[in-house]
């Protein structure tokens, strides 16, 4: 397609009328039984829609539409394409698209996933026939659907339709989600065929999995080699200066089954890449995918409708009634940051309208834990409807400090009403794991014992505890240069000359599993076993687990230069360090104190007033982490040393954010402050 610079402003179909040519001449007697039912081109990417000429007379409501979330989020070099109609009785909708790159972007894509689900939509024109499956979409029991309305997105949906307001929706294109891994261990487990070994690494799966992008969707299981980077005309990956690590970036995912569908409608027939392809520095990958399509016999629905109506008369039951598929939501495991979700099916099996509500257990109750969302909490059934209910849970910093603590738990009970009925009670239950990240600075730093150890003595505690005290009552405030004996244990391990002289150390990520190993070490007390993130062998007092041996096996067998293993090991303990901030529930500069903190990066004295007026375990943590940046910046190789001062200032803003409510008049401008901020900082801290 077209790269040019023209092409971001200008529209050229010559290269679209191009494709669509060869497409069809590629096709069965130069694809004279065929035709085009609509194409539709956005910068490099095209969608085109082929059908056999047969099926012409049962295609309508055709259109399409696109959106860019490139530069500024409208630029077209990153964006989608979408285009629906109507087949038979059933609605089909195709997606491409092309989200952003590099490996690090992975909330960057997540957040285009989201963009394109909100922005691409299409007219919708209401029919009789086909009306109550529009209703089915908008019941509350459509994944997709209701993605969007969490998302804030409001419409009129007997006007409107969104990309899953549609029987068969099937995504594709260059996603553009990597493997977090390098680019010769990759090429280790390519050549070893460990290909399901490799998938555990793959972004899009584990963004999946934790519901944070195309959670609504499937996949075929993946048996073909990564898609990308290859050198054009060959089927070598990249071997340019760049050498780009292979990866799955191109994949095709379609919208999953509802819950209380009765039968399979899509059935994937086979899913794999095209390497005999050498035009371009991707490998195509390619599905066959069979559909049933509904059709509707308006005569049978009319007969249908009256014969219902009639029996309604003959056997009139004003009675409301309903069934649960399970009156119990059992998450097991939750994890802090982690996003589960579970669904169970209310049935109308009444004869009359039923309304439903959750209600609340009291007057001045909530009807959902702070921890749980419910959708929907209310609606409107008709016989034999039904209608599935989703509960998400989620701790995250503005509800993990009570959990953390032992002081709740993941437990409890919810009311559903049926109106003029019985109530329905759902258990919900939960086996959240502690951790130190989530808890307010003051609390952490009063915590003798590590988070695992408290959370389990608070669960076991009585009314009364063994000093007498009741829970409730505070702890005496520890001496001022105490800091949180976790951050003391991170920063202690990165604290030395020979970290400082690491030439990758803050320009790199670290490895996902030695950062998980870092956190599990800090929510334990366990101490870290240098040997282990250093790539020797565990020490005598180490437990070898699951966790040990992958990490042993990445920095062992697949890192031979030790100065990587130090590097690797380095990385991941700075994303521990940066997670552990982001996740306070106040940050080191409280909520509170965030205007005037954006005023003080011209001023040295104003920098200093302020550092002066923060709380003390405050004002301690946050000069305990400047002296460690201040140093980190002196020590570091003079080649490098301006690049790490400027990553340093970028990703350490998370020393200060603005309220949950405040919203930024000019966020350009304040980013530009917050940044003066830390540089000022680390300016005020010079020796």
């Known amino acids: 397609m077209e790269t040019s610079t023209e092409a971001y402003v200008r529209y050229d179909p010559t290269k679209e009328n191009a494709w669509v040519k ?21 910068v490099t990417m095209l969608l085109i829609v082929i059908a056999k000429k047969s099926h012409k007379p049962f295609i309508s409501e055709l259109s399409n539409t696109y959106a860019g979330v490139g530069l500024m989020n409208l630029m077209g070099n990153k964006g989608g394409i979408a285009v629906r109609f109507r087949f038979h009785d059933s609605y089909l909708c195709f997606v491409t698209s092309h989200l952003a790159a590099y490996t690090e972007k992975v909330e960057k ?39 969007m309305e969490n998302q804030n997105v409001i419409k009129d949906w007997k006007r409107e339709a969104s990309i899953f307001h549609n029987d068969f929706l099937v995504w594709c294109g260059d996603l553009n989600y990597r493997v977090n891994l390098t680019e010769s261990e990759i090429k280790n487990l390519v050549r070893q065929e460990k290909l399901d070994k490799l998938l555990e690494y793959d972004q899009l799966s584990i963004e999946r999995e934790a519901g944070r992008t195309f959670p609504m969707f499937d ?4 048996t073909f080699a990564p898609t990308y980077k290859y050198d054009a005309g060959t089927n070598r990956y990249d071997t340019s200066e760049k050498r780009r690590a292979p990866s799955w970036t191109d994949r095709i995912l379609w919208k999953k089954e509802r819950m209380e569908s009765e039968k399979e409608r899509l059935r994937l027939k086979s899913y794999t890449n095209c390497m005999e392809m050498m035009m371009s520095d991707h490998k195509p990958v390619r599905a066959l995918i069979e559909l049933s399509v509904r059709k509707i016999d308006s005569r049978l629905q009319k007969q249908t409708w009256e014969n219902l109506v ?27 940051m982690e996003y589960k979700e579970k669904l169970i099916l209310l049935e109308n099996t009444g004869q009359v309208l039923t309304v439903f509500k959750f209600m609340p257990k009291g007057e001045d109750e909530e009807i959902l834990p702070p921890w749980l969302q419910v959708s929907p909490l209310s609606g409107v059934l008709a016989p034999g409807d039904k209608v599935v209910i989703r509960f ?23 009311i559903l009403r049926l109106e003029n009925c019985k109530d329905f009670f759902i258990s919900v239950h939960g086996d959240y794991v502690p951790t130190c990240f989530g808890i307010p600075l003051e609390q952490l730093s009063e915590m003798t014992v590590p988070i695992s150890e408290t959370a389990a003595k608070n669960l076991e ?51 996902i599993m030695v950062s998980t190993y870092i956190r599990k070490c800090l ?43 130090e590097a690797i090991s380095a990385n991941s303990m700075i994303d521990v360090l940066v997670a552990f901030l982001e996740c306070l529930p106040d940050p080191i500069i409280p909520t509170n104190m965030y205007e005037r903190a954006l005023e003080v990066g011209d001023s040295a004295d104003a920098m200093n007033n302020l550092k002066d007026s923060l709380p003390p375990f405050h004002r301690n943590v946050l000069l305990y982490i400047g002296m460690f ?40 401008v304040a980013k530009s402050k917050r940044q003066k901020f830390i540089h000022q900082l680390l300016h005020s801290l010079r020796t």
């Open 109 to 147: 894509r997540n957040q285009d996933f989201i963009e394109l689900t909100k922005r691409l939509s299409f007219p919708h024109r209401q029919d009789a026939l086909t009306e109550y499956v529009c209703y089915s979409w908008n019941n509350g029991g459509d994944e997709g659907v209701s993605f």
């Open 523 to 565: 929510d334990t007390g366990k101490q870290f076993d240098t040997n282990i993130l250093l790539g020797g062998r565990p020490s005598t007092d180490s437990e070898e687990n699951e966790d040990t041996e992958s990490i042993l096996s990445l920095l062992s067998e697949e890192v031979e230069d030790e100065t990587k293993k």
């Open 629 to 668: 940046l201040r140093q980190a910046i002196d020590n570091a190789p003079v080649d490098c040393k301006q690049e790490r001062e400027a990553k340093i200032t970028e990703i350490f803003m998370v020393l200060l954010r603005p309220p949950i409510d405040f919203k930024e008049r000019n966020p350009v």
């Open 461 to 511: 505690r009585t009314s009364t505890d063994e000093n007498g005290l009741r829970p409730d009552t505070p702890t005496p405030i520890l001496n001022q240069i105490d800091i949180p004996k976790e951050l003391w244990k991170v920063m202690n391990f990165l604290w030395n000359p020979n970290m400082f002289r690491i030439p990758s150390l803050f320009l790199e990520h670290g490895d």
């Open 219 to 222: 996949e075929g299981h993946i």
């Open 392 to 414: 998400e849970v989620t701790v995250d910093p503005t509800n993990s400090a009570p959990l953390n603590r032992g002081e709740e738990k993941l437990d409890d009970i919810l």
């Open 310 to 336: 009639q029996s309604s008369k003959d056997n009139k039951d004003d009675q409301p009634r309903g069934e649960l598929s399970s009156s119990f939501v059992e998450f097991e495991k939750v994890q802090f």
């Open 22 to 42: 060869a497409v069809l001449k590629s096709l069965k007697n130069e694809g004279e039984d065929y035709y085009k039912v609509d194409s539709k081109q956005l």
